[in-house]
């Protein structure tokens, strides 16, 4: 890794890794508040564009798998830059994409750049400042719920400044990659990385119990919050609210997750009650789709009760293979088979929901089935913590 040799060379690197995380949703959010118009355009049904969302999370579960032979041919820090390259370049392609193929490849790109990059940001945080998992998660969250707050919010106003250009509005947040290139470039430039020995063929734990409840829990709350974000706004235009105020719903749900992702963490390390954290943010997430399923309230009720029940989880949900394991090796075993899974889940649940959208065609249905999703929260924590000792969990990986 870099040595950091003056405090601002970190206050630097920090700030890198700050951008670097920013584009880590950007292709996933931005597509939210024009997927209707996009679905218009190109004359597709809910099941097809479903997959322009969805393509990126299922690469984030495939593509991690991939880490340690990207980290031990390029290093991690080389291998983020040219993740950011490739993020930054795919999604300029969409500015010219007037084909369904085309958006689609654009997808799948932008979701390998996105895996890769995410799941060397996490070992840049265990080998760099182990001491400080909580907080840097938190930084990391951040980054991440910026980028999908801006994105979401700001992709009408691109559009209608482009002419009512979908694909230029989408196309302009390659900026952002490649200023986060450039930056990240300069944070690392004059360092030696050290050549590090990876397990590359990790051995996954597929028979301890406890991983899989906590990959179960992972894919959950990802496809949740994935789920949301993609219909969202699709669903408050069907009520009646303006393609610009149902792009604000899904800022303001991004911008609570980030808020909350950011604190939740530092709270959970400071007070020691993880759980206590996962029940009132599993049961704020439960009233919010209920809420919204049922059109008992209006979806900025339910986008900010989302938005605060998922920013609790997803911090969590990332500790919890760092928490309940002893060595770096189970760690990375656990969150590899973590990242599989449950953004395999997370990807898989927002396509499943547009073919219920189509077949039912109504939305009552797609939010039942998260609101059921929901529900299994509670139990499957409970059951991840109902050992205390990483030891008796780390075994048998």
Known sequence: MLTLTRKKDMYIYIIAFFAVSLNLRIGITSISPVLEIIR?????????????????????????????????????????????????????????????????????????????????????????????????????????????????GLTIDLQQLFNQSWNHALAVWGILAILAFLLWS??????????????????????????????????????????????IASIAQSMGFTGKEAGTIVTVLAFIQMTCSFFVPILVDYLQNRNLFIYISAFLTFIGLLLLAFGLASPWISAILIGVGIGGLFPIALMLPLNKTETAEDASAWTALMQLGGYLLGGILPIVLGLIRDVANTDTHVFLVLVLLSLMLIPLSLYIGRDKKSTEMAHAS
């Open 40 to 152: 218009h355009d190109l004359h597709l049904s809910n099941f097809i564009v479903s997959f322009l969302p969805s393509i990126p999370v299922l690469c984030m579960g495939i593509f991690a798998l991939f880490t340690g032979y990207v980290t031990e041919k390029w290093g991690a820090e080389k291998a983020i830059a040219g993740c950011l390259l490739l993020i930054g370049g795919a999604t300029f392609i969409r500015g010219i994409a007037y084909y369904t193929w085309v958006l689609l490849i654009t997808s799948l790109l932008i979701g390998i750049g996105i895996a890769l990059a995410g799941s060397l940001l996490s070992g840049v945080i265990k080998k760099k400042y182990p001491s400080k998992i909580g907080v840097m998660i938190g930084i990391y969250s951040v980054g991440m719920g910026l980028g999908a707050s801006l994105s979401a």
């Open 186 to 231: 300069y944070a690392i430039k004059g360092g030696k990385e050290q050549k590090e020995t990876l397990n590359v063929a990790v051995k996954l734990p597929f028979k301890n119990k406890k991983a899989w409840a906590i990959t179960i829990f992972f894919g959950i709350q990802s496809g949740i919050f994935y789920s949301a974000t993609t219909w």
